[in-house]
């Protein structure tokens, strides 16, 4: 597998693993579920299955909302559904976990800055689209949560920007100033290390282990990768993730396998009968066909196998 392809499936192993990442680069701001003490069986979306809603969304004294990374991080766990569910059903159910944890004035207050993060989103998107070319990784990914942060401010106030963002601009920075040093030339490989190692100390014991895990995951994909060409079956290799994860995370990481692997049967046979169809100049048999053999959110895809 390339390192492209790899990078790719890293996204989806994260986020079932329940490995929490940032990255300062273009993404869906939110950070993967975190894994759960209870895993729910009875989840919003298949893919939720196995775990609980994020966010320890909390009220003060007074009725007053706690206005914090918490609750992006539960707006972010339902909206990780979409896809599997329409936005407004994420929306609705986003409601009523709120209205489960708060009482009815906090309830009220989160679900407005709900409506304003859904806002918010959708505008990011626009603007990403406006964003100037660079080749300089770094520069981009400045120019990118700069942006972001101009963008919030027609949307929160400073208090409300400050506690649902501090977390991941913190950690957007830290990422940011790692790759700035990586590109700087004019630095010793001496004085690279000394440079990370600075941001390295100012990290807490969980940033580290944060820091840590997407390395693991990676590595412990590559080691699949391999025991899989050497014959290893699939219970093999759950055991293998289990030990090196945790059981709950090996199972959604087998279910990602059979998606992926079922993925590919569809489009080689989509492929298969497109060719057949090619001499016949017919959009509406091709039309037929994508219908036959992908939901519509699934033919959004099909633009990369159709050249």
Do not use: C
């Given at each position: 597998?390339?390192?492209?392809?790899?990078?790719?499936?890293?996204?989806?192993?994260?986020?079932?693993?329940?490995?929490?990442?940032?990255?300062?680069?273009?993404?869906?701001?939110?950070?993967?579920?975190?894994?759960?003490?209870?895993?729910?069986?009875?989840?919003?979306?298949?893919?939720?299955?196995?775990?609980?809603?994020?966010?320890?969304?909390?009220?003060?004294?007074g009725d007053k909302l706690a206005v914090n990374a918490e609750l992006a991080y539960l707006f972010d766990y339902y909206l990780a559904g979409l896809g599997e569910k329409p936005l407004e059903a994420i929306r609705v159910e986003i409601g009523r976990e709120l209205d489960r944890r708060l009482a009815q004035a906090p309830?009220?207050?989160?679900?407005?800055?709900?409506?304003?993060?859904?806002?918010?989103?959708?505008?990011?998107?626009?603007?990403?689209?406006?964003?100037?070319?660079?080749?300089?990784?770094?520069?981009?990914?400045?120019?990118?949560l700069e942006a972001m942060q101009r963008l919030r401010r027609s949307y929160f106030s400073e208090v409300e920007a400050e506690g649902l963002f501090s977390a991941s601009d913190a950690y957007d920075l830290d990422?940011?100033?790692?790759?700035?040093?990586?590109a700087d030339k004019g630095l010793s490989d001496a004085q690279r290390r000394e440079r990370i190692a600075a941001l390295d100390a100012k990290l807490s014991p969980q940033e580290r282990e944060e820091r840590a895990?997407?390395?693991?995951?990676?590595?412990?994909?590559?080691?699949?990768?391999?025991?899989?060409?050497?014959?290893?079956?699939?219970?093999?290799?759950?055991?293998?993730?289990?030990?090196?994860?945790?059981?709950?995370?090996?199972?959604?990481?087998?279910?990602?396998?059979?998606?992926?692997?079922?993925?590919?049967?569809?489009?080689?046979?989509?492929?298969?009968?497109?060719?057949?169809?090619?001499?016949?100049?017919?959009?509406a048999s091709l039309q037929k066909l994508r219908d036959a053999i992908f939901s519509a959110d699934e033919q959004k895809r099909l633009g990369a196998y159709e050249q």
């Open positions: 597998m390339s390192t492209n392809a790899k990078l790719l499936r890293f996204g989806a192993l994260a986020a079932v693993a329940g490995i929490g990442l940032y990255l300062a680069l273009p993404r869906s701001e939110p950070p993967p579920a975190r894994p759960a003490a209870e895993p729910n069986y009875f989840a919003f979306v298949p893919s939720m299955i196995g775990t609980r809603p994020d966010g320890d969304v909390r009220q003060v004294a309830a009220a207050e989160a679900k407005r800055l709900l409506d304003a993060y859904l806002a918010y989103k959708r505008a990011l998107v626009d603007v990403e689209r406006v964003l100037p070319a660079t080749p300089d990784l770094a520069k981009g990914a400045r120019q990118r990422a940011l100033a790692r790759l700035e040093i990586n895990a997407p390395a693991r995951v990676l590595k412990l994909e590559d080691d699949v990768s391999k025991a899989r060409e050497q014959g290893m079956g699939d219970n093999e290799i759950y055991r293998m993730r289990a030990a090196a994860l945790s059981p709950e995370a090996a199972a959604r990481l087998a279910d990602v396998d059979r998606e992926e692997a079922d993925w590919h049967r569809r489009i080689a046979s989509y492929q298969a009968q497109r060719q057949q169809l090619a001499g016949a100049g017919d959009p």
